[in-house]
């Protein structure tokens, strides 16, 4: 880029990028002094750090279903802080105010049940450690009637 006027370098003294995208720069050239502006479309928006609006059936989506956090904020296109500060109602909070406000599920936890490994060593027909069961029968025998199963 030249100076309109007398064709040297000039030195970039702003440059603003808006959120629309355009860059905006204030030049002056560094021999006649003179100054301009320019506009430059930029490649795409900046991000401006708030959430998009979200349309009223959105919000009721997210206060209503027990769905995860992250699941919405992909939907949508927000941050999961996002989907939680909607269902704390911090915000979006004037839509819909007959919904209670969101309340996570209790989390229950199911045992774990291991399955139990079978084990001839309570069995009365046990020898010991590489010995083979006196009955004949390789360990561990589900047919044997003193078989029992050990825990892990």
């Known amino acids: 880029m030249t100076c309109p ?3 040297s370098r000039p030195l970039v003294l702003v440059t603003i990028i808006r959120p629309t995208g355009f860059r905006y720069r204030r030049l002056r050239c560094s021999r006649c002094s003179h100054r301009w ?3 430059t479309p930029g490649t795409d928006p900046i991000r401006t750090g708030r959430p998009p609006a979200l349309a009223p059936a959105e919000v009721r989506d997210i206060l209503t279903s027990t769905d995860s956090s992250y ?44 399955p139990r490994r079978a084990s001839c060593i309570n069995c009365t027909h046990y020898q010991g450690l590489g010995t083979p069961c006196r009955l004949g029968l390789i360990p561990p025998v589900v047919g044997c009637s003193e078989f029992t199963t050990a825990p892990d």
């Open 37 to 39: 502006s320019t506009r």
């Open 5 to 7: 006027l007398c064709g």
């Open 71 to 114: 699941l919405f904020a992909d939907f949508y296109g927000i941050s999961p802080s996002t989907v939680q500060k909607i269902r704390r109602r911090e915000i979006y909070a004037h839509i819909h105010p007959e919904l209670p406000p969101w309340q996570p599920q209790p989390r229950t936890r199911a045992p774990v049940v291991r």
